[in-house]
């Protein structure tokens, strides 16, 4: 929606916004699985780039081990792998040029969680938020103070920033006129944000993440986040992921939820927990998804819906029920996310509230 256009367009926007939806609304069949059909634990499911991380949790999760020590150690393939650029060594820095990574970690059978934000110098956040569960009386420790447990914790320390994440950063810096993260008053017209919006579909935005769920055969559950958080950021600004009941949340009796993409919409809607409620109240894992979608849609502010009144944004939820039944959803089409159910790994469709413009 243009500056220009009049309150009743915008409330016209609106209301197509929020008939989209159901018209809009696509549900594939491999991904919503009935609770007969399927066994218990062990699954271990993720993010789409979580393939190898599943892969990981899985071969633990078979020897015996601890559901979040099998998350934490499968995402420590995305943290140590410079190619991948949303968590870890190699995660896309803030505006400043340095990489703050987000973590968290969740529990089901002790229902602890811990967590940390906008840390710096040290690769592995999610095990260092695992500490954090583990060795403090806290859930969540933040910036220099967590560099500081870490340390004490003998995590090492190293320049996280590649050279290739910072030619990227370099080009950013060099041509960020009309993307980065500072808004004007809102007395004054915010000309560079509008100047988005008419377009159709999401706006490229680089949020990546990791989420890993596990559930063991005797049906104890945990996960993971874990991010570089948005590329290019205000320094120190924190996202969905280490934000328990947003970016992750387990409830051993219902089921476990987790996030990757926009963390401001997820923020401020605390979704995690709404899917994990949504499960205990009877909605499936991927039901659960589409309804968080479509809250998050529904409060999503002009600024950030596109021509057509729909969010242009990416977010993506992945919901893993205590019974082993597992889902995704994502606001546009076109996502994925890696499962493995006990027999291999493997990438299944992930539902979607719309279609993505030229994705058939
Ligand atoms: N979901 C990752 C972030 O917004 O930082």
Redesign the pocket.
Known sequence: MSHEMSRRGFLGATVAAAAAPSADLMRLANAAQPAAALAKGPIVIASANGVAAVTRAMELLRGGSDPLDAVVEGVRINEDDPKDGSVGFGGGPNEDGEVEL?ASVMHGPTHKAGAVAALRRVRHAASVAQRVMQRTDHVLIVGEGALRFARAHGFPEENLLTESAREAWLRWKETHSDDDDWLPPASQPATRQHSRLPREGPIERD???INCLALTAAGDLAGTTT?S??ANKIAGRV???PIIGA?LYVDNGVGAAG??????A?LQNCSSFLIVELMRNGKSPQDACLEALKRIADHTEPRLRDRNGRPAFGLAFYALARDGRHGSATMWSGGNYAVHDGTDAKLVASAYLYKQPGNS
């Open positions: 987000d949020y990546g993440t991010t958080g948005l996202g969905d992921s970016g996030s990757t993409g926009r963390g401001e997820n």
